[in-house]
T-cell receptor
């Protein structure tokens, strides 16, 4: 069974600074997807970024980028130029290559607080 | 935030009540999911429906009963719940699997069982 570990329950960063959230996972699969989701307080969970395991190039999405280390089974999220609106719970998730439906395994989340 | 909608957003019920949660997706997806989100625990996948057939039931107690009448709608029927069932219930949808399998979530129903 796959597991996802987020070892930082809470983090804080000042506005305009850069922060990195860590995530490790355990799987025996070779092909899979990794995701970061963001859940702002009392708001909807939204997709931040997605990485395909067969791609060596790290995914980027505006101020969000990942450092994907397949051999180390590590998938960290870097947020550059942090903004107050980035305050949220961040969940790392793993998905194996599915058949007709995808199955996500989530970590316990990291609560990020962006301060002035 | 209108791709996946859930109603009601908040629900308080007694242990003897029967209620239903509703999820609707407007994304043309063919797979839908129910998750339970409790404090300090990872999201727990409860049920998966693909092409309106249940393909996953993760040992969920029978007091939770899902229904998927078509690819756009998903229900979770609740009866004789326990206080430990209080949680945020999230619905998600995706377009099948593989590279299209990214899941999109609804806002959730905050359930409190008294």
């Amino acid at each position: 069974a796959q597991t996802v570990t987020q070892s930082q329950p809470e983090m804080s960063v000042q506005e305009a600074e850069t922060v990195t959230l860590s995530c490790t996972y355990d799987t025996s699969e070779n092909n899979y997807y990794l995701f970061w989701y963001k859940q702002p307080p009392s708001r909807q969970m939204i997709l931040v970024i997605r990485q395909e395991a067969y791609k060596q190039q790290n995914a980027t999405e505006n101020r969000f980028s990942v450092n994907f280390q397949k051999a180390a089974k590590s998938f960290s999220l870097k947020i550059s130029d942090s903004q107050l609106g980035d305050t949220a719970m961040y969940f790392c998730a793993f998905m194996n290559i599915p058949g007709t439906a995808s199955k996500l395994t989530f970590g316990t989340g990291t609560r990020l607080q962006v301060t002035l | 935030e209108t791709g996946v909608t859930q109603t009601p957003r908040h629900l308080v019920m007694g242990m003897t009540n029967k209620k239903s949660l509703k999820c609707e997706q407007h994304l043309g997806h063919n797979a839908m999911y129910w998750y339970k989100q409790s404090a300090k625990k990872p999201l727990e996948l409860m049920f998966v429906y693909s092409l309106e057939e249940r393909v996953e039931n993760n040992s969920v107690p029978s007091r939770f009963s899902p229904e998927c009448p078509n690819s756009s709608h998903l229900f979770l029927h609740l009866h004789t719940l326990q206080p430990e069932d209080s949680a945020l219930y999230l619905c998600a949808s995706s377009q099948g699997g593989g590279g299209r399998g990214t899941q999109y979530f609804g806002p959730g129903t905050r359930l409190t069982v008294l």
